[in-house]
């Protein structure tokens, strides 16, 4: 319905629940321009070049608290993330 409003005078971003890259096709087979995959990209820094290297089964889909430094998530970002139950899947 969004798409068919927007009748291509602007871009539709979709977000939400994408962690694969089946998740990723199936919304642009909706006919969707851009697609966000931020949760995905937070634990998984390297997800486009695990997915353009047929890698899918590396793909984190719980953020592993033991990683954190490894990742490069800011501290503002991790505190906010350990305080919000639930916002993502957490690894202890």
């Known amino acids: 319905m969004i798409l ?4 291509g005078k602007v871009p539709v ?5 994408m962690a694969t890259p089946d998740d990723a096709l199936k919304a642009m087979e909706l006919g ?3 697609i966000a995959i931020g949760h995905a990209l937070i634990m998984n820094p390297d997800w486009v070049e695990k997915v353009e290297n047929g890698r899918e089964a590396e793909i984190a889909s719980e953020l ?14 991790r505190n ?6 639930g916002w993502f899947n957490i690894n202890k």
């Not at 971003?13 to 629940?17: F, Q, T």
């Open 4 to 7: 068919e409003k927007a009748n």
């Open 32 to 34: 969707l321009p851009l």
């Open 64 to 77: 592993n608290l033991s990683k954190l430094d490894q990742l490069n998530i800011p501290e503002k970002l």
């Open 80 to 85: 906010v993330i350990q305080a919000m139950p």
């Open 13 to 17: 971003l979709a977000a939400g629940p």
